[in-house]
């Protein structure tokens, strides 16, 4: 299971999927990733608080990699609140400014440190255990938010945990 998952992170990295693009919604591309992972989400005792500001903002992509963009981010949130041994939250935030889609996953875990930062978007790197990390789920991400002209950013939250940005050209300015 670990090969195939592994392979199948490497075909995504190389760009073998054949992309879509069309108008897609972003609120239900994040739904979706979400529907994915509500089970263990459920069991790690992670609350997730969505706040939509822009249901309607679009975004000329291909939804199914834009989902696994916005999958690999909420793995990663829920492995740094996990990494904290207590409950927490994930809050997701969309809006449109100034003919961009902006999306920021906040998180309530251990953060980034200063050491890893410059590093969390370069494939094969992870800070997790031998046998529990491919280090391809943020350059993965970071691959697709690429090729659909956007951005993504990673940083510290002001209190606690991580926020990852990610920007996206509006459908109507792609």
Do not use: C, M
């Amino acid at each position: 299971d670990r090969a195939a998952k592994i392979v199948q992170n490497l075909l995504t990295f190389s760009g073998s999927h054949r992309q879509i693009r069309r108008r897609v919604h972003v609120e239900r591309v994040l739904t979706r990733a979400l529907a994915s992972r509500r089970r263990a989400l459920t069991r790690g005792h992670i609350d997730i608080v969505r706040d939509r500001k822009d249901d309607q903002a679009t975004v000329v992509g291909d939804p199914l990699l834009l989902q696994q963009a916005f999958l690999n981010v909420l793995i990663n949130a829920e492995h740094a609140i996990a990494a904290t041994g207590r409950p927490g939250a994930i809050t997701i935030s969309t809006w449109s400014s100034g003919g961009r889609v902006i999306t920021t996953v906040r998180d309530t875990g251990t953060g980034i440190a200063d050491d890893v930062a410059p590093r969390i978007f370069d494939p094969f790197f992870t800070t997790k255990a031998v046998g529990e990390g491919t280090g391809l789920g943020l350059a993965i991400t970071y691959g697709i938010v690429q090729e659909h002209g956007g951005t993504i950013h990673a940083a510290n939250s002001g209190d606690a945990g991580a926020v990852i940005t990610i920007e996206l050209p509006a459908a109507d300015k792609a």
